[in-house]
């Protein structure tokens, strides 16, 4: 979402405008962390409301999963079969039983379109032996127009769109941690990486969802091994970036989609259920989920937050009088 907002506002402007701005916005996260200010605008929204975003951001997710079985109709359907099975027996690896038996079928089928990501592959491949990526560093260069135009919307899509349901992912966990030190680390880790490249650090609902969840690790002091690996893992992703590229372009379309909609099931699962637990709050928790699942964009800003505005007008309008 942060890098379509950043793409779509950035026409007109050289990189070294860009930069700036990703640092101004930078700084706007690290204030508003800083001050408290969006742990104590956090702490206002109901769980209700908070788990209902959580759901329809990740729920879209699954939408396209299963969407992709008009398309692949064997693919889909052999993933949920192999995802169900693998909850049945080895629940803990049901998703990668369910990948290596997605790659198998569509190998056997001939199913890898190599033709697009060939050449990727192959500079990716030679990247290893003749050097690894490397960033790039770039001068930033402050202006009024991009300020405007870049940073602001940057800022409010990253805090609106990522950190908050980031955050409604941390809690659905059972997690208590210092929200204000972490958002404001996102921010200063910007503020020192923007010039190579890094155009808005933020808390990530998909990733936490999957690594917080009880599949990561029986014990919850223990999860944090998920997060870790996966950390290195995009270290990988980001030295072999053009192999990386090639190999998901040689994949189906429908199986990537497939495979990380059946990995948010049981978040999606977990967050509904508390969203829809009081009868007093289920229908603005309804009406969150709904807008936020709609995608809707309006003024530049993401269906999260009209989501999280919608279901908090419901609360009010349809609060029970005293």
Same mark, same amino acid.
């Given at each position: ?70 398309? %692949? *109709? ?129 808390? %990530? @609902?998909?990733?936490? @969802?999957?690594?917080?969840? $009880? ?51 049981? *978040? ?11 009868? @007093? ?38 609060? $029970?009088?005293?």
């Amino acid at each position: 979402t942060t890098a379509t907002a950043a793409a779509a506002a950035g026409a007109g402007y050289t990189m070294a405008d860009a930069v700036g701005a990703f640092m101004l916005s930078a700084a706007l996260v690290v204030l508003f962390g800083a001050t408290g200010w969006f742990e104590k605008l956090m702490d206002r929204i109901p769980m209700a409301i908070a788990q209902a975003l959580l759901a329809g951001v990740l729920a879209r997710f699954a939408l396209n999963g299963f969407a992709a079985a008009q398309a %692949s *109709t064997a693919l889909v359907v052999l993933m949920l079969l192999a995802y169900l099975f693998g909850k049945r027996f080895v629940p803990r690896y049901a998703v990668p039983v369910t990948l290596l038996i997605a790659i198998i079928y569509v190998a056997l089928t001939h199913g890898f379109t190599w033709t697009e990501g060939q050449n990727a592959i192959k500079n990716g491949a030679a990247s290893i032996f003749y050097g690894l990526t490397v960033p790039e560093f770039v001068m930033p260069r402050f202006s009024l127009g991009a300020a405007i135009s870049l940073a602001l919307p940057l800022f409010i899509v990253t805090m609106a769109s990522q950190n908050l349901p980031g955050v409604a992912a941390i809690r659905q966990a059972g997690y208590e941690m210092p929200l204000s030190k972490i958002i404001t680390m996102t921010g200063l880790a910007t503020l020192l990486l923007a010039p190579l490249g890094a155009f808005a650090l933020n808390l %990530s @609902a998909i990733t936490a @969802a999957i690594v917080m969840g $009880p599949d990561a690790h029986e014990d919850k002091t223990k999860r944090y091994t998920a997060a870790v690996s996966c950390g290195l893992i995009y270290v990988g992703i980001g030295l072999m970036g053009a192999a990386v590229v090639g190999a998901l372009q040689a994949f189906p379309k429908a199986l990537i989609a497939a495979i990380a909609g059946l990995a948010l099931l049981a *978040t999606i699962g977990n967050a509904l259920a508390t969203a829809l637990a009081s009868e @007093a709050k289920r229908e603005a928790a309804l009406i969150t989920f709904l807008v936020t699942l709609s995608g809707v964009s309006i003024a530049g800003i993401g269906s999260a937050f009209w989501g999280v505005i919608a279901g908090a007008l419901a609360l009010v309008i349809l609060k $029970p009088r005293v």
